[in-house]
Nanobody, 123 residues
Framework: QLQLVESGGGSVQAGGSLRLSCTAS????????MGWFRQAPGKEREFVAR???????????NIADSVKGRFAISRDNGKNTIYLQMNSLKPEDTAVYYC?????????????WGQGAQVTVSS
């Protein structure tokens, strides 16, 4: 089992920034593909970003077009943590953000999920 705990959510005005963290425990962190999804009220869950550890110095990342240029994903294997840096936030970014992990690749059917962190952006 891999346990995921998100932190860093909150409320911010449009144009502001937040950084989400997701800390993993229970299994080997570096073997897993990690990512972020979000779900706004009344909408389906949406992919945001993913990061794959390749080797000591290489990671592979993907960012959704809707947040590209504003959001960045990173990981610190020493801390078993991934981050989602969110800049230039917009009201449409308001959602519950979920951390996900999978031994192969994060998808909507990822094996492990965090409890979610609320992000609210006011205009």
């Amino acid at each position: 089992q891999l346990q995921l705990v998100e932190s860093g959510g909150g409320s911010v005005q449009a144009g502001g920034s937040l950084r989400l963290s997701c800390t993993a425990s229970g299994r080997t962190f570096t073997n897993h593909d990690m990512g972020w999804f979000r779900q706004a009220p009344g909408k389906e869950r949406e992919f945001v970003a993913r990061i794959k550890h390749i080797d000591m110095s290489i990671t592979n990342t993907n960012i959704a077009d809707s947040v590209k240029g504003r959001f960045a994903i990173s990981r610190d294997n020493g801390k078993n943590t991934i981050y989602l840096q969110m800049n230039s936030l917009k009201p449409e970014d308001t959602a519950v953000y979920y951390c996900a992990a999978d031994p192969v690749v994060v998808t909507f059917a990822s094996r492990y999920w965090g409890q979610g962190a609320q992000v609210t952006v006011s205009s």
